[in-house]
Structure formats: C-alpha cells, structure tokens
C-alpha cells in the first residue's frame, strides 16, 4: 500500500537532507529504547525494593500499576503539545522528564519512607512515556513515509527492546551495586544521552518552515474508522501489559521453576522482537492488512491461551507463538497510525486517541487476571478470558485492516 504524499517535511519544501534524516532515524530509535525500562526495571526486583524499603502493599500495587494507566491519562495531551511547540520540542521535553523521573526512583529521602519518592519518579516516567508513544508514530508518518514499514519496525522492536533490557540487566545492576537505589537510577543514564542527542533536533526544527501544524482541523474522536483503530489497540494492549506482569507466574503456577521460567519469557521477548521486526513492513506492502491483523490477534491470544493450557511438555511452542504473535500485533496496531491517516497532523491527533483509550482500557487486562486470579486462585479464568480478548483483537484488527483513511 503507498502512503499518500506526506506533510512537507520539517527540513522545508525541499525536506531535510539524508544526514539529517539519519540522524533523527537512530533519535526516533534511541527514544523507543527507553520507553519501556520504567515498568520492566522495577518490577526485576520487586521482592528486594520491598524487603529493603518495607514497601507497604498498597505502595507496591500502585507503583505497579500507575505507570501504564498514566499512559492512557497523559496521551490525549501529546497532540496539543505538539502543536503549540512542535513535536520535536515536546519529545525532548518528555525525554528530559522520563531522566529526572528514572533518576528520582533511586534517590534517597533521609527520614522518610521511599514511597515519596518511588511515586513521583514513576508519575513523572509514566507521563513522558505517554508523550513518546504519542509522538514518535507521527514523526515518522511525516518525515520517514518513504521507509515507513522498515522505520515502524525499528522503533517498534527497540520498545520491546527496552522491555527486555530493563527485565534481563537490574538484577545483575542490583548484585553489582548492592543496593536497589542504584540499580534503578542507572536507568536514568540512558535517557540523559538521548536527551543530548535530541537538542541538536529540536532547534533544527525551530525554524518558520518546521512551524507545528495550526490548532483545530477534524477530530478522529468522530470518525468510525479511528475507534476501529482505537479498540484494536485496546485488546492488543490488554495482552501485551498481561504478558509482561503475568506470564512468569503462569509458568511458575505450572510447575516451571524460577530459572527455566525466567529464560523461557526472556526468549518470547526476544521473539516479540522479532514478530515486532517483520509485522511492519508487511503491512505496509500489503494494501489490506486484514488478514494480517486479523492472525496475529488470533496468534497471541491462542499462544496465550496454549500457555495456561497446553501440554506442559510444549511450553516453548506456545510461549514462542504468544511471543511472536504479541510483538508483531502490536507494532501493527501502532503503524495503523500511518496507514490510515493522510497526513502528520492527523496522525498525532489519531495517535493520542487510540494510545490514550488504548493503553486506559488496555490497563485493565493486567488488573483483572490478578483479580481473577485471587477469586479462583488459579490461571484457568484468565485463560478463557484471553481467548476472547484474542478474538476481539481479531475482529477489531480486520475492521481496522481494511484499506480507508480517517477523514481530514
């Protein structure tokens, strides 16, 4: 499928130069590499920040579960930053938020408890967080729809990248520093890099040419098209946060021990790369990603469903084919962005709807597996529930796959 022509570029009429081009590539990929760190860091050493810090249990709920509802509250405000800014200037502000909030998690308040400071550290990265998943979907719209499949891809596969970087690498940070403060404020030294980078960016985009788009123009929240997009999103995002909080347990509810179970999800990650990798690009050269869509759902809500169910003896299969299926289902479910909008400007506005709704509602998969899971006092319901999640993701993915547009 070609994409209509595209905004003009930010470099001017004539768009920016390949160097140039390049370099905001590795940016839009460095970015994505941090915007997962927040939720998979802490919840690496969960059991020793909570006999270290005497974390109560409502502190550990909420640290766990704020960050990814902050995504859906502080999404809707993305488009309206970029226009009163431009979104180059709001990513490197929400880089530069996501810094000091990585940062705050590790550090010590004397007297006082670490929940102050957990808290406002995990607030300030759940809204930076929800400011880059906005934004990156649309600088890439606008100034990559010539590599739009290849660079949906990159950015996509670093966010799961991210995922696997902050579960693999805190522990051992943990056993090398000895204390868990550190081992979270390391975290922050990435995003301090890319916070450098991205200077050089924002003021190349400082320029009449580069002027964010004018406030107002058509509202996808009217648009049937956009909610098709949006509630593909929903069930995606539904799997996708149950598989990073959930899994782990599941196998160890089933009888795999600790050691096994962590390489087991280490390889679906890995895995999710991958499907993350190649479902892009696909996408893109189809001209209806129906099919497409409408398999992967069916694909990571059977390999989740197989996970609870599925002869033991198999385990790697069905975690291979949830992993699979779950990463290219959701860098699909961002490139719908791209594909169903004509133009940048519509794709932020479009990307704030879906990622706000999306990640609001796609919060509560991961709420109410533990929910069931305290009432049944086993996986079993959580299976059948994300059968159906499976099938809605298909549903909704071939209602979305279908080759229109949002109207401008």
Same mark, same amino acid.
């Given at each position: 499928?070609?994409? =209509?022509?595209?905004?003009?570029?930010?470099?001017?009429?004539?768009?920016?130069?390949?160097?140039?081009?390049?370099?905001?590539?590795?940016?839009?990929?460095?970015?994505?590499?941090?915007?997962?760190?927040?939720?998979?860091?802490?919840?690496?050493?969960?059991?020793?920040?909570?006999?270290?810090?005497?974390?109560?249990?409502?502190?550990?709920?909420?640290?766990?579960?704020?960050?990814?509802?902050?995504?859906?509250?502080?999404?809707?405000?993305?488009?309206?930053?970029?226009?009163?800014?431009?979104?180059?200037?709001?990513?490197?502000?929400?880089?530069?938020?996501?810094?000091?909030?990585?940062?705050?998690?590790?550090?010590?308040?004397?007297?006082?408890?670490?929940? =102050?400071?957990?808290?406002?550290?995990?607030?300030?990265? %759940?809204?930076?967080?929800?400011?880059?998943?906005?934004?990156?979907?649309?600088?890439?719209?606008?100034?990559?729809?010539?590599?739009?499949?290849?660079?949906?891809?990159?950015?996509?596969?670093?966010?799961?990248?991210?995922?696997?970087?902050?579960?693999?690498?805190?522990?051992?940070?943990?056993?090398?520093?000895?204390?868990?403060?550190?081992?979270?404020?390391?975290?922050?030294? =990435?995003?301090?890099?890319?916070?450098?980078?991205?200077?050089?960016?924002?003021?190349?985009?400082?320029?009449?040419?580069?002027?964010?788009?004018?406030?107002?123009?058509?509202?996808?929240?009217?648009?049937?098209?956009?909610?098709?997009?949006?509630?593909?999103?929903?069930?995606?995002?539904?799997?996708?946060?149950?598989?990073?909080?959930?899994?782990?347990?599941?196998?160890?509810?089933?009888?795999?021990?600790?050691?096994?179970?962590?390489?087991?999800?280490?390889?679906?990650?890995?895995?999710?790369?991958?499907?993350?990798?190649?479902?892009? =690009?696909?996408?893109?050269?189809?001209?209806?990603?129906?099919?497409?869509?409408?398999?992967?759902?069916?694909?990571?809500?059977?390999?989740?469903?197989?996970?609870?169910?599925?002869?033991?003896?198999?385990?790697?299969?069905?975690?291979?084919?949830?992993?699979?299926?779950?990463?290219?289902?959701?860098?699909?479910?961002?490139?719908?962005?791209?594909?169903?909008?004509?133009?940048?400007?519509?794709?932020?506005?479009?990307?704030?709807?879906?990622?706000?709704?999306?990640? %609001?509602?796609?919060?509560?998969?991961?709420?109410?597996?533990?929910?069931?899971?305290?009432?049944?006092?086993?996986?079993?319901?959580?299976?059948?529930?994300?059968?159906?999640? %499976?099938?809605?993701?298909?549903?909704?993915?071939?209602?979305?796959?279908?080759?229109?547009?949002?109207?401008?």
């Amino acid at each position: 499928m070609r994409s =209509p022509r595209p905004d003009t570029p930010a470099g001017g009429p004539s768009g920016p130069s390949r160097r140039a081009l390049l370099y905001l590539g590795v940016c839009v990929v460095l970015v994505g590499l941090n915007l997962r760190t927040v939720f998979s860091s802490f919840s690496a050493i969960l059991p020793e920040i909570t006999a270290a810090a005497d974390l109560p249990a409502w502190a550990v709920t909420l640290l766990t579960t704020a960050p990814v509802t902050l995504l859906g509250l502080f999404a809707p405000l993305a488009p309206r930053l970029a226009r009163r800014f431009g979104a180059e200037n709001v990513l490197l502000g929400a880089m530069a938020l996501l810094t000091l909030g990585l940062l705050t998690r590790g550090l010590p308040l004397p007297g006082a408890s670490a929940v =102050p400071l957990l808290l406002v550290g995990t607030v300030a990265c %759940g809204a930076a967080i929800a400011l880059g998943n906005v934004l990156l979907p649309s600088i890439v719209k606008r100034d990559f729809a010539h590599r739009l499949g290849l660079m949906s891809g990159l950015y996509t596969t670093a966010i799961c990248a991210s995922a696997a970087l902050g579960a693999g690498l805190t522990y051992p940070l943990l056993q090398a520093t000895g204390s868990w403060r550190p081992s979270l404020a390391l975290w922050a030294a =990435p995003a301090a890099l890319v916070v450098v980078l991205l200077v050089p960016v924002a003021l190349r985009h400082r320029s009449a040419a580069s002027a964010p788009p004018p406030p107002g123009g058509p509202s996808p929240w009217r648009s049937p098209v956009a909610w098709q997009v949006t509630l593909f999103m929903v069930f995606q995002a539904m799997m996708s946060f149950s598989v990073f909080a959930w899994l782990a347990p599941i196998l160890r509810d089933r009888g795999v021990d600790g050691a096994a179970a962590g390489l087991i999800v280490a390889v679906s990650i890995v895995l999710q790369m991958t499907g993350s990798l190649v479902a892009p =690009p696909l996408a893109v050269r189809l001209r209806d990603q129906r099919v497409l869509n409408a398999a992967l759902g069916l694909m990571a809500g059977g390999g989740f469903v197989l996970s609870i169910f599925g002869p033991l003896p198999l385990i790697w299969v069905w975690t291979g084919l949830l992993g699979l299926g779950q990463g290219g289902l959701t860098a699909v479910a961002l490139t719908m962005i791209a594909l169903r909008t004509r133009s940048a400007a519509m794709a932020v506005r479009l990307s704030g709807m879906m990622q706000g709704v999306g990640y %609001g509602l796609g919060s509560s998969g991961t709420f109410l597996v533990g929910q069931l899971l305290a009432l049944t006092g086993g996986f079993a319901a959580a299976g059948g529930m994300f059968a159906v999640v %499976g099938v809605l993701a298909a549903v909704f993915g071939w209602q979305a796959g279908r080759p229109r547009y949002v109207r401008e």
